[in-house]
């Protein structure tokens, strides 16, 4: 009989990306090839207080019942030692070097990471071993948080984007950003290029995972002819960008470094936003019904770039329907 294997990270963001695209328990459960009570049971044990899903959170759950006494809780001497480096002020990557040397004979060796997580551990708080870290943080960053903009892979430059792009010829090209508000989950918003038209949803996080899985269940909703293409910044959030091509075969461009002034789109979008967001909003305290009535009237806002028309008249006429909109 096989053995069970826990599920993986990896494994935990195809979910997050699969259910929020619309597919049953069942479905994803046939995807990873997992049965479907190892599904069901994930989402039932790790289930956020409004019934939504995230990745990062259950893995800090899966972490926490998985927690065992480390090596150092149980090797006196070689915690001993370790402390004491520490506020010598040694970095835990130093103390790991000068044991893997085998300087300390009588000592087992430790990885740079066991030192981390034993100077986080909730037991030893009391302590304040972060004190001794150079960057004296008392809380440790998750490790999305560190990524670099080099875990961004495959990206294509927006100097090669097609003149049909560039020129606003074409349908269906969108750029994509964050808008963020005081201590709240971040919005994507979402904006196509020729027409103005905006899309917003709400994320439950910033993470790659959870932006992606936001970005596809909006685009799983537009008509295959109006998705052509997505222009991204260097934000991390946005570096499962390649499913978006293996979804719905878009293409996906990103501005130079420090340049979000070149999707001006959707950063002038976000500008007419920040009359119903403002910076000090709480998002937590704003409905979902609410952010869609901001999206709705940002699009039924006549346009002069538009012969002022609206973004909503626009898009349907793209698509060779004709849509009147009165207010009186």
Not at 17 to 45: Q, V, W
Request: hydrophobic share 40%.
């Amino acid at each position: 009989m096989s053995c069970y294997e826990h599920l993986s990270s990896a494994e935990r963001e195809r979910i997050a990306i699969l259910l929020a695209a619309g597919h049953s328990k069942a479905g994803i459960a046939k995807t990873l090839g997992r049965s479907r009570s190892t599904i069901s049971r994930e989402l039932e044990r790790n289930a956020l207080p409004g019934g939504d899903y995230s990745p990062v959170v259950a893995d800090g759950a899966y972490i926490e019942r998985r927690r065992r006494d480390g090596v150092l809780e149980s090797d006196g001497r070689l915690r001993q030692f370790v402390i004491e480096r520490l506020s010598e002020g040694w970095s835990p990557e130093q103390i790991a070097g000068w044991l893997k040397n085998g300087a300390e004979p009588k000592l087992r060796v430790l990885a740079t990471e066991t030192i981390y997580a034993f100077v986080y551990r909730a037991s030893q708080k009391a302590q304040e071993l972060w004190r001794y870290l150079l960057r004296r943080r008392r809380t440790r960053r998750p490790m999305r948080a560190r990524l670099s903009r080099d875990t961004i892979k495959n990206r294509r430059s927006i100097h090669d984007r097609p003149a049909e792009v560039e020129d606003r010829r074409q349908v269906g090209h969108w750029e994509a950003d964050l808008v963020i508000c005081k201590r709240a989950r971040p919005v994507l918003v979402l904006h196509e290029r020729k027409t103005r038209v905006t899309l917003a949803t709400r994320l439950n996080g910033k993470t790659a995972a959870e932006t992606i899985a936001a970005m596809t269940a909006v685009f799983r909703r537009v008509a295959p002819g109006l998705r052509s293409s997505v222009t991204f910044d260097n934000d991390t959030a946005f570096a499962r960008h390649r499913l978006l091509d293996d979804l719905f075969g878009m293409s996906t461009w990103f501005c130079d470094a420090y340049a979000s002034w070149q999707k001006g789109g959707v950063e002038n979008a976000n500008g007419r936003l920040r009359r119903w967001l403002p910076r000090w909003l709480d998002l937590d305290t704003l409905s979902e019904a609410d952010l869609q009535d901001a999206i709705i009237s940002l699009n039924t806002t006549p346009r002069k770039c538009l012969g002022f028309l609206t973004p909503f008249q626009c898009l349907p006429q793209e698509l060779g329907k004709d849509v009147k909109i009165r207010f009186s």
